[in-house]
């Protein structure tokens, strides 16, 4: 289920698409995600399989950009350098 059979689109090859994973990468650790959202929750599940972890991040603000949030988690989590700045948006 977790093996990439194509790409998510034409604009994001990195990013592949898995049975209803999607796959790609932070910094040279594979991660397999998974993503979604309702009014008032949102919540993102991150798999590392050589890692042997699993990151599950969930919000009760859906306007959070939670796959975001997950990836700067994960980054420190494995050490990795990510983006600067803030992820949330005025007044969340």
Not at 53 to 67: A, D, H
Not at 70 to 91: C, H
Request: proline share 11%; hydrophobic share 40%.
């Amino acid at each position: 289920m977790m093996t990439p059979v194509s790409p998510v689109s034409p604009l994001s090859p990195s990013m592949m698409y898995a049975m209803g994973w999607f796959v790609d990468s932070i910094g040279e650790v594979t991660r397999v995600r998974h993503s979604g959202l309702v009014p008032g929750f949102s919540c993102s599940n991150d798999l590392f399989p050589s890692k042997k972890m699993t990151l599950t991040v969930c919000c009760n603000l859906s306007r959070i950009p939670i796959e975001l949030l997950a990836e700067r988690i994960g980054a420190e989590l494995l050490g990795v350098p990510s983006g600067e700045g803030t992820i949330f948006p005025p007044n969340a």
